[in-house]
Structures are given as structure tokens and as C-alpha cells.
């Protein structure tokens, strides 16, 4: 996915053109316009991206171009041409004549978008088949193709998708998504939750698949640095409407509008390292002596040990299966470990029973990577903040639901957020109710596992300046696990790297990031993308 073209595409060698196009939800009083006079243009061997932060519009653009829109939702202005014909007004079996032959989808969510059932290699077939009346052996020989296009072994097509790693079950999906040699390849956030050295290898091989045939590629991503290194044009989506565009080096070295400046300016690898907190009395919240987890006689976690000391944030880095999160587990007293010992303020997690860990599971609380999936979907905001007070015995009815309320304010929701569920909040506002329940029992510990890798840069912005206003305020100390170096150097005081199960950098995050030692560090800072441009708000 390298630039082929400084230039526009000329809109008679468009493979998909869109011009004035309105997408409206509801109707009415109700009426919300998602999609506002949106004019894109995408040729052969072009890679367009598409970012912006959430309700931006991104995601309906791309449903309506695969004519996926839901039934609440129509297009009332525009058209959308793909290969020349208007598409605007087709039924579901003219959709499927181009979609998986012409137009080909990458989703985010692997897991999501697998059937767990299905061995990889049967999915792959019946996506051939779907398109084109082959004999079996050549459907085979198609699929093998697309696995080998896609950096999969022939061998892994018998396989179920939980027996793949998530970099896996990507390359699992630009294998079944290219296998009909489409035309234009949609992207969609395709490594928002693969950490960076994966994600350079999936973006690599995406752009290998393409190599040589024509294809294009529209990248939706939230990840500007991403854009800014494989698209060769960028378009910026707020409010439905498209308020920048031209090429990655324009629209990022030259930014036009606020908004596009603003987006630039929340990048975390573009914002200043966080300067080392210094308690008065440092004390030692956690310490991780010579820990060490097997799962079926296979290690996962071997001789790890750090401390980690109070209002302090000490980040675990690394790529997927590197350990980080069964460390974190042990941390939370949630496994016991095949070797060594969690401590926390002294005393031995494993040891804790009844009412001792009753309280420790009080004063350590955790925050998850999906706020949507840790958050019950039934439950309104008020009964999900009220619910630790209830388990943990806390105050009574009224004194709850004074409390959820403040919690709320703590995290800037409004009040009127209480009588809302999950599904009626964004993934930022959702994040931030996941955060005031970890709050909710006053904990000295939070664990934050991934917090912010799914959210847009300017929400993600937000999360973090929040996390870090609540340290200051509140005295809280943080373990914070996440895949995004940037994030980590403007957050964290410290950091540990581990890969295969092993601490093998560790030290301060100015440290690390400015004198890495280690060869395995230093292929993770040379993974991740950069903006690479001067940044002026």
C-alpha cells in the first residue's frame, strides 16, 4: 500500500464514484442526516483513506457503497455508481452480482465475522462458490491460492477460527475478501486491535494481495499515522460531510481546516512524553516477583517481576500472546500461578480468602478493552453504577443513587446519561461508564486492559486526559496494558516489554522509547506509523 498517484482519479476511470450523496436515518422529527453531500472518487490501484472520529459517517459511507444499509436508513440524494451503474436504487439480488466478486470487505472484528463452527478453509471455499460455478478441486485450488496470497499456510485452512491468533483470522479474512480478484477492496478499521508489528504485517500483506491487479483500497481507519503512511489520499469526515481532502502529504503537511488540525493535535505519538510523577513517599502498591503461568503444560508468563509504585501508571507492552494480559489476570487475583507470587501492599493475592479477597477485589478494579461487551447491555447506566455499591455492600438505596450520579459528573457525563443504556451511548461515552464502575468502590488499583485502542483519536484523547486527570485527583495507581506505543509514551512513567512471556526491557518510558536496548523493542518502535510531519494548531 504505497502511493501510485499525487493526482485525483479522473472520474471516467472510477471504479466506484459517488457524487452529492445524502444518507438519512428515520424520518421527520426523527430524521438524522448520516451521510451529507459526499462526493469520493476511487480508481484502479488507488488507496484512499477515510478518517474521522466516530459518528463522522465513516462506517454508513461504506455500508451504502456495499448496498448494506440498514432498513432504517436510504439514500434521498446522490448516486453511487460502481463500474459505471448506478447502484442507488438496486434490490438485494442485483447486490449481489459485485458484492465479494467486484467490491471486497475486511471487517474489524475477525471473530465477529467467522463462523465459529466452520473450519477457515470451508468459509473461504463457499465465498468462491458464492460467485463462481467451479468443479471442487478448483475451488480448492482457489482457496489454497488466496491462503497463500494472504500469508497463510495451505495447512491452516482445516483449522477452527479460535485455534487461529488474531493476526491470523485477519489474514483469514483478506484471504476470503480477495479470493474473487474484486476490484476494490474496503478495509474497514482492519488493525485497530492488533498490535503494531502485527499490524505492519497485515497491512503489508493486504497490499501484496492487490499487488499487480489493478485493485484498489479504502482504508476506514481512526489511526492518522496509519493513513498518513499507506493511503495516497486522504478524505475527513466530520458530521457526514467531507471537510478535507487531497493527498497524505497535503492534507497532513498543509492541513486546511480546524478540524483536521485537531485530529493531528490528539495523535498521542505527536503529544509530549508524560513527565515522571514523584510522590512525596513512594510505596509500593504492586510487586510481581518471578511470576510464571502454564496453560496445559505450555508457559504463557516466565519469571516476570516488577513493581509498581502508588500514583504511579507502569504500562505492559507487547504483540499478542507476548503474556500481557495473563499477567494482568494473576494481578487480579482471576488465576493462580504456576510459579511466583503477586503481592499487593505485602500481602500474597493467591493467599487471600473470604473477606480479605472480598476486599482486595474491592480496592482493585478493572477496565476492559470493549466497554459495549463489559457492560450489560439490559442495564441502564444508573443500575450498572450502582451494581459494585449493591455487591460490595456500600451505602443504601438513596445514598447509591447519589453516588452513580456523581460518579457520573467525575467522568463528564451528563445526569441524563443514567436513564440511558449502552446501546443508546458512543464508544466514547460508553468508555467513560466503564470507567466511572471501576470507580465506583473508591479502588487505590485499576487494571486497564487495551482502554482506548477501539476509540477514535479524539475521543481517545479524551479517555486519556481523563484517566490522567482522575490519577492526580484521586491518588490512583494504574497497570495499564496496551498494544499502542504512542499511547503509552504520553501516559505511562514506566514500562515493561515482553514478548514470549519474558520481561526483556524495562525501565522508565523515556527510557525505553529514546535508548531502547533490546533488539525486540526496538522492532516494536520501528513498527509503528508516524505522521511524520510538523504539527501546528
Not at 116 to 139: N, S, T
Not at 277 to 286: F, N
Amino acid at each position: 500500500m504505497q502511493p501510485v498517484s499525487e493526482s485525483a482519479v479522473p472520474e471516467s476511470n472510477s471504479i466506484v464514484d459517488i457524487a452529492g450523496l445524502v444518507v438519512e436515518f428515520g424520518s421527520g422529527k426523527n430524521k438524522h442526516v448520516a451521510v451529507d453531500g459526499v462526493d469520493l472518487q476511487i480508481g484502479p490501484s488507488e488507496v484512499v483513506a477515510v478518517v474521522g472520529e466516530s459518528g463522522s459517517g465513516k462506517s454508513t459511507l461504506v455500508s451504502a457503497i456495499l448496498g448494506l444499509l440498514p432498513s432504517s436508513a436510504s439514500v434521498t440524494s446522490g448516486t453511487i455508481r460502481v463500474d459505471g451503474s448506478d447502484t442507488t436504487s438496486w434490490k438485494e439480488n442485483d447486490w449481489r452480482t459485485i458484492r465479494g466478486r467486484r467490491i471486497g470487505l475486511v471487517p474489524q472484528d475477525p471473530m465477529s465475522n467467522l463462523d465459529p463452527v466452520l473450519r477457515i478453509g470451508h468459509q473461504v471455499d463457499e465465498a468462491v462458490r458464492a460467485h463462481r460455478r467451479l468443479p471442487r478441486a478448483e475451488v480448492h485450488d482457489e482457496t489454497a491460492s488466496a491462503f497463500t496470497r494472504a500469508g497463510l499456510p495451505g495447512a491452516e485452512r482445516r483449522k477452527y477460527p479460535h485455534q487461529f491468533s488474531g493476526g491470523m483470522r485477519q489474514r483469514a479474512l483478506i484471504a476470503m475478501a480477495s479470493v474473487n480478484s474484486p476490484a476494490l477492496l474496503i478495509a474497514d478499521e482492519p488493525t485497530s486491535a492488533l498490535d503494531v508489528t502485527v499490524q505492519r504485517r497485515i497491512l503489508d500483506n493486504l497490499a501484496e494481495v492487490v499487488a499487480g491487479s489493478g485493485a484498489a483500497i479504502l482504508l476506514v481507519t481512526h489511526d492518522l499515522a496509519l493513513a498518513a503512511e499507506r493511503a495516497d489520499r486522504i478524505v475527513v469526515m466530520r458530521h457526514g460531510r467531507v471537510v478535507e481532502s487531497g493527498t497524505a502529504a497535503a492534507v497532513f503537511g498543509q492541513p486546511e481546516h480546524d478540524y483536521t488540525r485537531a485530529l493531528m493535535a490528539s495523535v498521542p505519538s505527536a503529544r509530549p512524553v508524560r513527565e515522571a510523577a514523584t510522590p512525596a513517599e513512594a510505596s509500593i502498591v504492586l510487586e510481581v516477583r518471578n511470576l510464571s503461568k502454564s496453560f496445559g503444560g505450555v508457559p504463557a508468563v516466565d519469571d516476570v517481576s516488577f513493581v509498581l509504585e502508588r500514583g504511579k501508571t507502569l504500562a505492559l507492552v507487547g504483540e499478542s500472546g507476548s503474556g500481557k494480559s495473563t499477567t494482568a489476570w494473576s494481578c487480579l487475583g482471576l488465576n493462580t500461578p504456576s510459579a511466583g507470587r503477586v503481592f499487593f501492599e505485602g500481602t500474597d493475592v493467591a493467599s487471600l480468602k473470604g473477606r480479605e479477597l472480598r476486599a482486595f477485589r474491592r480496592r482493585v478494579q478493572p477496565i476492559f478493552q470493549d466497554p459495549y461487551a463489559s457492560l450489560d447491555p439490559t442495564y441502564t447506566v444508573d443500575r450498572i453504577l450502582r451494581e459494585p455499591l449493591s455487591a460490595f455492600g456500600i451505602g443504601d438505596r438513596s445514598s447509591r443513587k447519589a453516588r452513580a450520579a456523581e460518579l457520573l459528573d467525575l467522568v463528564g457525563l451528563a445526569a441524563a446519561t443514567l436513564r440511558r443504556r449502552p446501546s443508546e451511548l458512543s464508544g466514547g461515552q460508553r468508555q467513560r461508564v466503564a470507567i466511572a464502575r471501576a470507580l465506583a468502590a473508591e479502588p487505590e488499583l485499576i487494571v486497564c486492559d487495551e482502554p482506548v485502542s477501539a476509540l477514535d483519536v479524539l475521543v481517545q484523547a479524551q479517555v486519556l486526559d481523563l484517566l490522567q486527570t482522575l490519577q492526580t485527583d484521586l491518588g490512583l495507581t494504574y497497570l495499564f496494558i496496551s498494544h499502542d506505543l504512542g499511547v503509552v509514551r504520553r501516559i505511562a512513567d514506566d514500562v515493561a516489554v515482553m514478548t514470549k512471556g519474558k520481561i526483556v526491557e524495562y525501565g522508565s518510558t523515556t527510557t525505553v522509547f529514546d535508548n531502547p536496548q533490546h533488539d525486540y523493542t526496538r522492532e516494536l518502535l520501528g513498527a509503528v506509523p508516524s505522521l511524520r510531519v510538523p504539527i501546528e494548531v
